[in-house]
């Protein structure tokens, strides 16, 4: 009897203990399943969806931009190991839910009243860096539920330790499918050595290194295929060598030569890299005349020097300053490798302004697609360009009786404001006061210029 006591005791105390253990386990499972669910869903570029768990069942909810992304979002959730079930609590747009039946939201006008969202933020832009292991979030995020996905998505790939996200602001006006074009680029960046991604609107523009191409490969691959249909995206990726060897000043006779070479310079303009439309990358004859400099800043050890990029007028600002940068980049990590020290060199990228020719013409454009090299650490060039207040006309006598009028006009070509302008100037003669009126027009606006000189990306 004693021992069917003790053993019914022992076994109470078992179960007792599997209970208060599955208890104390539940919550670490549920968390665990739910951020390998929204890390699977983010990859997919599906973090449109929101992620609850229950034990061991998954429910899905938000609205899906189409029939086959809802589709993909539970076979996402249904795929993740530990997963029971997958609730669909997941509605598509351009439809509402009655009841539980989803009907089209044509038949249902008349009974919903119509809520206007938030107008789009112009510039509504969030920029992610990686260096080695830490990442760094800094820009918008449309509400507090999104930075908190991005946090915890941020901290499953980099580690708590290596994310800073104190420079997130909540800012309405997000374009739709914001949360999963960033959950996207931050989950696919990782393996990088140095990233820079900058979502901005429905532009992303991802540039870096990379120890082996196919990192880079992979990663424009899977970006691309994830992104939003309304998104596009922008790669300017570099394959680096895992060390950069920084040269020692020379000594003695050797700093003499050095000296004596330096004060030979070379004409820095002759060494000017052109670059083909829309690419950033560095040919063969790009890396010849990188050499030459490489080779006299070897020389001048004392010397620093400045890359400034440009681009033509085609594309968007924003798009033209950030492919100007990586021109100026790429050409900096070749000099880099070279073993020039990055503390001497600086990068700037400056986009369409400072044109050497005009964006009228192919061949203007292409002058203007360029890298220059500057000696000294000053910018050669100002960041921005204030057009000059219009100067007011002079008033004409009050008290003329004859006025002789004699109208000419005259039209030109000229560049105001890095932009080709038709000058219209009418002059008017009255007494002894004259009247300048200046009207401009944009190059592209002039009838003389064809459809086929603006180059398409």
Known sequence: MSRLLLTAAVLAVLVYTMVLGVRWLSPRIEQDIAERVTTGLAEQGLLWADVAVEGRDVVLTG??????????????????????KVQDNLTVAGEVVSGTAVVSATEVVAKTTKV???????????????????????????????????????????????????????VEGAPAGWRSAVGAVLMHISNMEEAKAIISGTEVMVSGSVLDKQYSDKMEEDVSQVLPKEYKAAFAVDVVSP??????????EEAAQAVAACSDKLDLKAQTLMFAFDKADLTPEHKAKLKVVGEQMTACVDEKMVLAGFTDVTGSKLYNKWLSQQRAEAAMRALMRDGVAKERLQAVGYGELHPVAANTTKAGRAANRRVEFHNGDKLPYEMSVVAEPAKKAAKPAPKAKKVVAEQADKTKAVVVNNVVVSLTTVTTVSG??????????????????????????
Request: charged letters at 30%; aromatic letters at 4%.
């Open 63 to 84: 609205t899906a931009p189409d029939a086959d992304a809802k589709a993909r979002a539970m076979n996402v959730a249904t795929r993740v190991f530990g997963v029971s």
């Open 243 to 252: 060390t950069v060897v920084d040269v020692e000043p020379a000594a003695g």
């Open 116 to 170: 206007s969202k938030p107008a789009v933020a112009k510039d509504y832009a969030l920029t992610i860096v990686k260096e080695g292991e830490k990442i760094v979030l800094e820009g918008s995020v449309p509400d507090e539920a999104s930075k908190d996905v991005l946090v915890k998505l941020a901290t499953n790939r980099y580690e708590a330790a290596n994310v800073d996200a104190t420079k997130l602001n909540v």
């Open 432 to 457: 002894t006061d004259q009247v300048s009126e200046t009207t401009l027009k944009p190059w592209w606006a002039r009838k003389d210029v064809s459809e086929t000189a603006v180059e398409v990306k």
